[in-house]
């Protein structure tokens, strides 16, 4: 049996989903896009691996004979944000959008929230997390206040200085935020959003960061791998985005190149089964504050590591790379945008230079994943083992 090393690229998208109009995400294509305004950038570890031999990757040059096999991936759920982009690849479907609070959170939750917490809100609106500090971070420092905002995801935001509010009161205030916003008000995601500095202009999100997830209405590919006795290794906010869920092991990360420092320490270990990791920095850092010189150094930052990831993998381990939505920095606004996700996969046994051509939903990995480990198939999503075996 294989080990299978499953890292997301979060929101390296690769091109407009047809639907994508209809989530105001028009022409959008962060990797595209980031490569035409770089046309400097350097991956050639990514290219090695096929990322511009994937159908419609024109905008990349092509290697004649990649090592990997490749292809891109649609969404059927209903979003494009973290949570229904990891548990469709995972295999549950999210057929009626989460809910999402363009106008802020009505009176009602605030005012629950406050009795709750002890603490007063300010904000209260859709916003850039980088702004929002800049905007309210000089009168939370001065009142105490907690900053409370969301965006076009279904998200429930809270913002505090690690100096004024200790980060075991932010997270409590997280748990407590949680439990409103269920039912009727239920959003995907409650999200601590602790920062440090002394004021406007200087103020920086921190690595302290916690989501608190609804659980999957579904058993996951992670439950059918942990109930079959295998090993599911969380690194990054993978643990956050399913609570817990299916997970065996966890470890938060700091950046980009931790997550990776992490995931390599555990292919060193004897383990079995899985090792899942989000290098959240692409969508966090450079996507969402539209930053395009930003994510092409963190691109080229990662692709120098793949060489050191393979090195360390077992005869027979798996590596997937692959990402879980769009985050175009060249599009208007800072949200997420609707797009293709870009699969890559390599093995030591695996064909190389296998076009896995368009695959018609993100849970075909996780169908794949479960196929290699030989456990209970989800729900949703068509297996590509057989394609990619020799």
């Excluded at 859709?126 to 409370?148: C, N, Q, R, Y």
């Excluded at 748990?175 to 500095?197: L, S």
């Excluded at 960061?209 to 209405?217: A, G, H, Q, T």
Aim: some cysteine.
């Amino acid at each position: 049996m294989s080990r299978v090393i499953w890292m997301i690229i979060d929101s390296v998208g690769i091109g407009a989903l047809p639907d994508a109009e209809a989530f105001g995400d028009k022409g959008v294509n962060t990797l595209g896009n980031i490569v035409k305004a770089h046309s400097d950038i350097k991956i050639p570890n990514l290219r090695q691996l096929g990322i511009g031999n994937i159908d419609g990757a024109d905008f990349i040059e092509s290697v004649e004979s990649p090592i990997g096999c490749y292809g891109k991936c649609s969404e059927l759920s209903q979003g494009k944000d973290t949570t229904t982009g990891h548990w469709e690849m995972t295999g549950v479907l999210v057929e009626t959008p989460f809910k999402t609070f363009e106008n802020g959170f009505p009176k009602e939750i605030i005012d629950e929230f406050e009795k709750q917490t002890g603490r007063k809100v300010v904000a209260n609106k859709p916003a850039s997390g980088t702004a929002i500090l800049d905007e309210f971070g000089d009168h939370h420092m001065k009142t105490g206040d907690v900053i409370v905002y969301t965006s076009a995801d279904s998200v429930f935001q809270i913002a505090a200085h690690e100096e004024v509010v200790p980060l075991e009161e932010l997270y409590k205030m997280c748990e407590i935020a949680r439990k409103i916003m269920m039912g009727d008000n239920a959003v995907a995601r409650i999200i601590a959003r602790p920062f440090v500095g002394e004021k406007a202009g200087s103020f920086e999100r921190t690595s302290n960061r916690r989501d608190y997830s609804l659980n999957p209405f579904e058993a996951t590919v992670l439950d059918n791998i942990k109930e079959s006795k295998l090993d599911v290794i969380a690194v990054g906010k993978i643990e956050d985005i399913f609570n817990g869920q299916g997970i065996t092991e966890a470890i938060h990360t700091k950046s980009n190149m931790h997550g990776v420092d992490e995931t390599i320490n555990y292919i060193k270990k004897d383990n079995n089964g899985l090792i899942f990791t989000n290098l959240v920095d692409f969508d966090s850092k450079f996507g969402h504050r539209r930053d395009t010189k930003g994510y092409k150094e963190a691109l080229e930052e990662f692709d120098a590591r793949i060489p050191e990831i393979i090195e360390y993998m077992n005869e027979d381990d798996i590596l997937i790379i692959n990402a879980d939505h769009g985050n175009d920095p060249t599009y208007k606004g800072t949200d997420h945008t609707r797009e293709y996700i870009p699969v890559l996969v390599y093995g030591k046994d695996l064909k190389q230079n296998l076009n896995l051509g368009i695959r018609k939903s993100f849970a075909d990995i996780g169908a794949t994943v479960t196929d290699i480990l030989d456990v209970k198939m989800p729900k949703h999503g068509t297996s590509f083992k057989n394609d990619i075996m020799k």
